[in-house]
């Protein structure tokens, strides 16, 4: 046996998950409670833990798991004994919470939910609750003689990798031939799609989509003789969007983006012969004949202002610029300049 314990803000889904129809199965205990609905269980427990306004997770939920070689040994009253000797040891006592158990999977297993806040307003200490549960969980089942959850574990380690070879090879067979077709059709839009399908169907394999109680399809189930698989234990490119996704077409053109354009030339008889350009001759440099003399006199008017800053700059510099790359010319100024200084600072030393 095992024990799950986890603090929760949802209580009143959680209640309608466990009490829900073709789940539940038997209703083991109302600790606590006078309601039995989902509904009113929680309207009942939601009086109580409106007493304290500062905590958050204000529910408990609580799994309890029983090994599949223990579930003949353990009747209906035998697991109505155990869901009240759980929440005896791990102290909720004082507490409202319910249990039921659930006959959807083949391991029997039981649910409860309890309100975190006690009868006298304390909130319930779920300091290290995960771990308290497991051992709760374990001291009943070796009280009762029942499997625990280490020899359960110690059990699945010695197991084979491979518990049924026919299960994974009739999975090796859909993989096999799955992966043949979609190579074959990928990227052939809707066609290769359809004949994917129709393939599939004539080597036996059968898809079965699988929906939700709104009836939308969210999953693919594969099936080959007798046999049932998920798309996601065939493989990740066969779920329900992705495989639709590997048959699109791939010869489409790209889109060109908004902010790309090509202007044609305005003379169209010039361009023979010249081949496809990405940008037209027009763009690509800048011709300087045409300009207008207005253009060029303030070209030259703002050149002539950048090169006299220039100067400036590089007088102000000194001798942070190197000689050697502005020439003989600025080099000789720089070096007398750099005399001058030196002479200047001499004669301001012997002043003083």
Same mark, same amino acid.
Request: charge should be positive.
């Given at each position: 046996?095992i024990g ?5 803000a ?19 205990a ?14 009942e ?26 579930e ?19 102290g909720l ?6 249990a ?7 391991n029997?297993h039981?649910?409860?939910i ?20 497991a ?18 574990? @110690?059990?699945?380690k010695?197991q084979?990798?491979? *518990?049924?070879?026919?299960? &994974?090879?009739?999975?090796q067979? /859909?993989?096999? #031939?799955?992966?043949t077709?979609?190579e ?15 393939e599939?169907?004539?080597?036996g394999?059968?898809?079965e ?12 189930r ?8 998920k798309?996601?234990e ?20 790209e889109?060109?983006k ?13 361009q023979a012969?010249?081949?496809y350009q ?13 300009d207008s ?7 030259? @008017?703002?050149a ?5 800053? *220039?100067?400036?700059?590089? &007088?102000?510099?000194?001798?942070? /610029?190197?000689? #050697?790359a ?16 030196q ?10």
């Amino acid at each position: 046996m095992i024990g799950k314990c986890k603090a929760i803000a949802h209580g009143g889904t959680a209640l309608d998950y466990i009490f829900r129809e073709g789940k539940l199965g038997s209703r083991l205990a109302f600790h606590n409670l006078c309601s039995r609905e989902p509904k009113t269980v929680y309207e009942e427990m939601k009086v109580v833990s409106d007493y304290n306004s500062r905590c958050r997770n204000k529910f408990l939920r609580i799994e309890i798991g029983i090994a599949p070689q223990d579930e003949k040994k353990l009747p209906v009253s035998e697991l109505m004994r155990i869901a009240h000797l759980f929440a005896k040891q791990i102290g909720l006592d004082n507490h409202q919470w319910v249990a039921v158990t659930h006959k959807d999977t083949d391991n029997r297993h039981i649910h409860m939910i309890a309100n975190r806040i006690s009868l006298y307003g304390e909130v319930y200490d779920t300091t290290f609750i995960s771990n308290r549960a497991a051992k709760v969980a374990e001291e009943i089942s070796r009280e009762k003689g029942l499997t625990t959850a280490k020899e359960v574990k @110690a059990k699945k380690k010695h197991q084979k990798t491979k *518990a049924s070879p026919t299960r &994974e090879q009739t999975k090796q067979q /859909i993989q096999k #031939t799955c992966y043949t077709l979609l190579e074959k059709y990928k990227g052939t839009g809707i066609t290769g799609h359809s004949m994917f399908l129709y393939e599939l169907n004539k080597k036996g394999i059968t898809i079965e989509r699988m929906k939700n109680k709104q009836g939308k399809v969210y999953g693919l189930r594969f099936s080959y003789t007798g046999q049932s698989f998920k798309a996601s234990e065939i493989g990740r490119e066969f779920g329900y969007r992705s495989l639709q996704k590997n048959f699109e077409s791939t010869n489409q053109e790209e889109p060109k983006k908004p902010n790309q354009t090509i202007q044609e030339p305005i003379e169209k008889e010039e361009q023979a012969d010249t081949g496809y350009q990405l940008v037209p001759p027009s763009r690509s440099s800048i011709s300087r004949d045409n300009d207008s003399p207005r253009v060029q006199n303030s070209i030259g @008017a703002v050149a002539d202002t950048i090169v006299s800053a *220039a100067d400036e700059m590089i &007088e102000g510099l000194g001798d942070l /610029i190197t000689p #050697t790359a502005l020439g003989d010319d600025y080099a000789k100024a720089a070096w007398q300049r750099k005399l001058r200084n030196q002479a200047n600072r001499k004669k301001r030393g012997r002043r003083l």
